[in-house]
Nanobody, 121 residues
Framework: QVRPVESGGGSVQAGGSLRLSCAAS????????MSWHRQVPGNSEREFVS????????KYADSVVGRFTISRDNAENTVYLQMNNLLPEDTAIYYC??????????????WGQGTQVTVSS
């Protein structure tokens, strides 16, 4: 299956906004839990940012609460991350992750290639 594809990254000044998109289809009779993660180059850790499950459950990292909003358009197979009031510490490569569930034992995880977000002070 095709991996997720991110878009919408770029360079903004602190206080600015960006909207990331992740195109990720789901096989029929399956559900997908989607999430955004970010990684600073040179850092081995990929940090959870926000997630939205197939049942609509939403979670955010404490560092982005009140600034980022995740949403999904199932008809368009797209997940969005609206990022407002961006801070220099939000600078990272942002990755979209799909966990596709097609039954109790059929679980497939895939990642996009990432999109760069740079916030200058």
């Amino acid at each position: 299956q095709v991996r997720p594809v991110e878009s919408g990254g770029g360079s903004v000044q602190a206080g600015g906004s960006l909207r990331l998109s992740c195109a990720a289809s789901t096989r029929s009779r399956c559900n997908s839990d989607m999430s955004w993660h970010r990684q600073v180059p040179g850092n081995s850790e990929r940090e959870f940012v926000s997630g939205i499950d197939s049942d609509g459950t939403i979670k955010y990292a404490d560092s982005v609460v009140g600034r980022f909003t995740i949403s999904r358009d199932n008809a368009e197979n797209t997940v969005y991350l609206q990022m407002n009031n961006l801070l220099p510490e939000d600078t990272a490569i942002y990755y979209c992750k799909r966990v596709q569930l097609c039954g109790h034992s059929d679980i497939e995880t895939s990642w996009g290639q990432g999109t760069q977000v740079t916030v200058s002070s």
